[in-house]
T-cell receptor
Framework: ETGVTQSPTHLIKTRGQQVTLRCSSQ?????VSWYQQALGQGPQFIFQ???????GRGNFPPRFSGLQFPNYSSELNVNALELDDSALYLC?????????????FGPGTRLLVL | EDKVVQSPLSLVVHEGDTVTLNCSYE??????LLWYKQEKKAPTFLFML????IEKKSGRLSSILDKKELFSILNITATQTGDSAVYLC???????????FGTGTSLTVIP
């Protein structure tokens, strides 16, 4: 069973650019959530995808968007990057079903916006 | 406003000590409470709690939830240097399938 993987591990962008981050969910997991973690803070929920549809969204502007693919992998896209977007972006996957299951996190992508 | 508050923010203890980490929450439509350990990057799952009063245990770690008073504690006995990490508490809400994280408790265990 493979765990959650994310790519790239690190990324440097400049203000105004666009970025795409990728996540492969753990085998057997059909739900993917994305989080932004600023230094010294807890993760902030961006959104969740279940069966290729957005299933929940936190307090993030529309320039944060996502996709989920038929194999349950996912992308996070951020347009018009701002300096405050510099953070660790974490992806977590879980199985969605009648039994509550925990989310398992990937190693994250560290984004620096200059 | 939904929120999760962890205390203390940081803690320094000696090996062998016992620590208690606290998590209180105000979240609409509570579904579950989770504890994670974060060392470098990925938070690693420790416990998921959904029912009050039932202790979950894994080795030297244990946790319990009080849904009436809206808090949870994480206990670590006989601490080791490998327990040094940030411990995160998260609450899942049925509303919008949202997760709310606290800012974490930074634990440092010194030999």
């Amino acid at each position: 069973e493979t765990g959650v993987t994310q790519s790239p591990t690190h990324l440097i962008k400049t203000r105004g650019q666009q970025v795409t981050l990728r996540c492969s969910s753990q085998s057997g997991h059909n739900t993917v959530s994305w989080y932004q973690q600023a230094l010294g803070q807890g993760p902030q929920f961006i959104f969740q995808y279940y069966r290729e549809e957005e299933n929940g969204r936190g307090n993030f502007p529309p320039r944060f968007s996502g996709l989920q693919f038929p194999n349950y992998s996912s992308e996070l896209n951020v347009n018009a990057l701002e300096l405050d977007d510099s953070a660790l972006y974490l992806c977590a996957s879980s199985p969605q079903g009648w039994r509550r299951e925990a989310q398992y996190f990937g190693p994250g992508t560290r984004l620096l916006v200059l | 406003e939904d929120k999760v508050v962890q205390s203390p923010l940081s803690l320094v203890v000696h090996e062998g000590d016992t620590v208690t980490l606290n998590c209180s929450y105000e979240v609409t439509n509570f579904r579950s409470l989770l504890w994670y350990k974060q060392e470098k990057k990925a938070p690693t799952f420790l416990f998921m709690l959904t029912s009050s009063g039932i202790e979950k245990k894994s080795g030297r770690l244990s946790s319990i939830l009080d849904k009436k008073e809206l808090f949870s504690i994480l206990n670590i006995t006989a601490t080791q240097t490998g327990d040094s990490a940030v411990y995160l508490c998260a609450v899942e809400s049925n509303t919008g399938n949202q997760f709310y994280f606290g800012t974490g408790t930074s634990l440092t265990v010194i030999p």
